[in-house]
Nanobody, 117 residues
Framework: VQLQASGGGLVQPGGSLRLSCSAP????????MGWYRQAPGRQRVLVAT???????NYADSVKGRFTISRDNAKNTVDLQTNSMNPEDTAVYYC????????????WGQGTQVTVSS
């Protein structure tokens, strides 16, 4: 399963970006899609997830600033980031998984987001 992420780049503090990720039509329709990020020298951590039923979960650090959404018909998941700060700088990865099947866990290639003036 190949996930394709896009939308990263350089943004000033307080700015916004929209990250997008598409998955092939072959993936199961019932899944969890999400975004994770990895800053230099740190582990990859959860940013936000969304189930196929629309239930969302956010890291405390992004609550109120980031919004995750998905289009089940198109197998896409987006992350709208607002009020960004330098601590949001990281490589952002999209993910699709099935919580009940650890072998079903796929990642996109990562997209760099840099928040700097």
């Amino acid at each position: 399963v190949q996930l394709q992420a896009s939308g990263g780049g350089l943004v000033q503090p307080g700015g916004s970006l929209r990250l997008s990720c598409s998955a092939p039509g072959s993936i199961t329709s019932i899944n969890v899609m999400g975004w994770y990020r990895q800053a230099p020298g740190r582990q990859r951590v959860l940013v936000a997830t969304i189930t196929s039923a629309g239930r969302t979960n956010y890291a405390d650090s992004v609550k109120g600033r980031f919004t995750i959404s998905r289009d089940n018909a198109k197998n896409t998941v987006d992350l709208q980031t607002n009020s960004m700060n330098p601590e949001d700088t990281a490589v952002y990865y999209c993910n699709v998984n099935l919580p009940w099947d650890p072998s079903y866990n796929y990642w996109g290639q990562g997209t760099q987001v840099t928040v700097s003036s």
